[in-house]
């Protein structure tokens, strides 16, 4: 349909910063040149970033790449990797590739079950992947509880903390990284796994990057190959990541849309559920697929969440102030069908 709005795929609907756009135009006449294997410029601008050794960062066609990067460095057949459910299902995707073993642990009111997880380690488990905020549920882990947790995992295990909305979580949700790269004497070694398509608005670039030990880091560079990160991605990230203002606007706009869709969505008699990122669940007290449908004839497109089990939810990115507006007008009528008024 002409003019739909598309709030399924947590993207920034802002786009990139116009730094950004103009360093990729720019970059254009040099579309003739391998780019940078090694991504200098951008690597050393993370590493001042994150207040860490440029050895300590490594580069991934999205995160999505490094997320196969740390499989293949250390899953091998029948080795164990535990995950949540919900959430990002490229975890055990990669896993069953390598013929490893997937064990996934429900989430406890729409949050990871620490306890449990750690109940399900053996010696086969290599990895484990937790999404923090978690999607699709928005919701984040209390610091003093990650902490306390990592503290319980062997050394011998690496704990993946996937960090991709990280940017629009409250400051006081966050862990330090850099004691969590360095400090890791008697407990387990962790990676952090962030992302340019969120809040930089550079998904169509797919670059994503993570911050890990230097020894870990080594392992995956090893198996990550060269030319990876194509010359726009690169130029474009830096450029990003250099310009504050835009950045921190659009943390703002979103919590914004954050708080006027949760008020709107309850106005209407739905049920919204506090998130950590741009996007959050919707209890429609309905059939989430017939709802999905419904808005679909009204150019509006969202995400129905039976296929993870939550039949009456669906999940809605934060858009521009139009597309919130038009999301909302659809939402009351699309319900108003389905409700029979």
């Given at each position: 349909?002409?003019g739909?709005?598309k709030?399924?795929s947590?993207e920034n609907?802002?786009g990139?910063?116009?730094?950004?756009v103009?360093?990729?135009?720019?970059?254009?006449?040099?579309?003739?040149?391998?780019?940078?294997a090694?991504?200098?410029?951008?690597?050393?601008?993370?590493?001042?970033?994150?207040?860490v050794?440029?050895?300590?960062?490594?580069?991934g066609?999205g995160?999505?790449?490094?997320?196969?990067?740390?499989?293949?460095?250390?899953?091998?057949?029948?080795?164990?990797v535990?995950?949540?459910?919900?959430?990002?299902?490229?975890?055990?995707?990669?896993?069953q590739?390598?013929?490893?073993?997937?064990?996934?642990v429900?989430?406890?009111?729409?949050?990871h079950d620490?306890?449990?997880?750690?109940?399900?380690?053996?010696?086969?488990?290599?990895?484990?992947?937790?999404?923090n905020?978690n999607?699709?549920t928005?919701?984040?882990?209390q610091?003093?509880?990650?902490y306390?947790f990592?503290?319980d995992?062997?050394?011998?295990?690496?704990?993946?903390?996937?960090?991709?909305?990280?940017?629009?979580?409250?400051?006081?949700q966050?862990?330090?990284?850099?004691?969590?790269?360095?400090?890791?004497?008697?407990?387990?070694?962790?990676?952090?796994?962030?992302?340019?398509?969120?809040?930089y608005?550079?998904a169509?670039l797919?670059i994503?990057?993570?911050?890990?030990?230097?020894?870990i880091?080594s392992?995956?560079?090893?198996?990550?190959?060269?030319?990876?990160?194509?010359?726009?991605?690169?130029?474009?990230a830096?450029?990003a990541?250099?310009?504050?203002?835009?950045?921190?606007?659009?943390l703002a706009?979103?919590q914004?849309?954050?708080?006027?869709?949760?008020?709107?969505?309850e106005?209407?008699?739905?049920?919204?559920?506090?998130?950590?990122?741009n996007?959050?669940?919707i209890?429609?007290?309905?059939?989430?697929?017939?709802?999905?449908?419904?808005?679909?004839?009204k150019?509006?497109?969202?995400?129905?969440?039976?296929?993870?089990?939550?039949?009456?939810?669906?999940r809605?990115?934060?858009?521009?102030?139009e597309?919130?507006?038009r999301?909302?007008?659809?939402?009351?009528?699309s319900?108003?069908?389905?409700?029979?008024r």
């Open positions: 349909m002409s739909s709005i709030l399924a947590n609907p802002w990139p910063s116009p730094k950004a103009r360093a990729i135009r720019s970059e254009l006449l040099n579309l003739h040149r391998y780019p940078d090694s991504c200098f410029y951008l690597v050393n601008a993370l590493a001042r970033k994150a207040g050794d440029p050895a300590e960062v490594v580069l066609n995160s999505n790449e490094i997320i196969d990067f740390l499989v293949k460095a250390f899953v091998r057949e029948k080795d164990e535990i995950t949540s459910h919900p959430s990002f299902l490229m975890y055990q995707k990669f896993v590739i390598r013929g490893g073993i997937n064990y996934v429900p989430m406890r009111d729409m949050h620490l306890g449990v997880i750690r109940e399900m380690v053996s010696d086969r488990t290599r990895l484990i992947f937790i999404d905020p999607n699709p928005g919701t984040t882990i610091p003093v509880d990650l306390q990592l503290s995992i062997p050394e011998t295990i690496i704990v993946v903390l996937d960090e991709a909305y990280i940017d629009f979580a409250e400051k006081q966050r862990v330090d990284v850099f004691s969590l790269i360095r400090n890791n004497a008697g407990r387990c070694p962790v990676v952090f796994l962030r992302t340019f398509s969120k809040a608005g550079l169509g797919r994503g990057y993570a911050l890990m030990a230097r020894e880091a392992c995956l560079q090893k198996v990550r190959p060269p030319f990876n990160i194509n010359q726009m991605a690169q130029v474009g830096l450029a990541l250099g310009d504050e203002e835009y950045y921190e606007r659009t706009r979103t914004a849309g954050l708080l006027y869709l949760s008020r709107e969505v106005g209407l008699g739905c049920k919204s559920y506090p998130s950590q990122a996007f959050f669940l209890d429609v007290r309905g059939n989430a697929d017939k709802l999905y449908n419904s808005l679909l004839t150019g509006v497109i969202v995400r129905s969440m039976s296929a993870y089990g939550f039949e009456t939810f669906i809605v990115t934060v858009g521009t102030e597309e919130n507006k999301f909302i007008k659809s939402l009351a009528e319900l108003a069908e389905l409700r029979g």
